[in-house]
């Protein structure tokens, strides 16, 4: 199984970037797909998270309206288009996966290593 993350850089306050995670080793159109940031010093937040067909997205308060997650089946890979980008958006940028399992309350969860946006003049 491996999430490959790619996309970050340096990007100037204002400016864009389209992440990209795409996936092998699972049937990627089973699972939901998140995109999660962590920052130094800060916990793990929830960016954005799109479900199996894609029907049903949700985003942190903090990147509505900014940030669009979408993904494309046919090609196993997720995608996080970030506009007017903040340097408060400077974070590790994670991909992540996750299936239930046949037992209850249990699941496949699966992570990328995680791709740097900095967010800088």
């Known amino acids: 199984v491996q999430l490959v993350e790619s996309g970050g850089g340096l990007v100037q306050p204002g400016g864009s970037l389209r992440l990209s995670c795409a996936a092998s080793?699972?049937?990627?159109?089973?699972?939901?797909m998140s995109w999660f940031r962590q920052a130094p010093g800060k916990e793990r937040e929830l960016v954005a998270a799109?479900?199996?067909?894609?029907?049903?997205?949700n985003y942190a308060d903090s990147v509505k309206g900014r940030f669009t997650i979408s993904r494309d089946n046919a090609k196993n890979t997720v995608y996080l288009q970030m506009n007017s980008l903040r340097p408060e958006d400077t974070a590790v940028y994670l991909c992540n996966g996750r299936a239930k399992r046949t037992i209850p309350g249990t699941y496949y969860d699966y992570w990328g290593q995680g791709t740097q946006i900095t967010v800088s003049s």
């Open positions: 080793g699972f049937t990627f159109s089973r699972y939901d």
């Open positions: 799109i479900t199996s067909t894609g029907g049903n997205r």
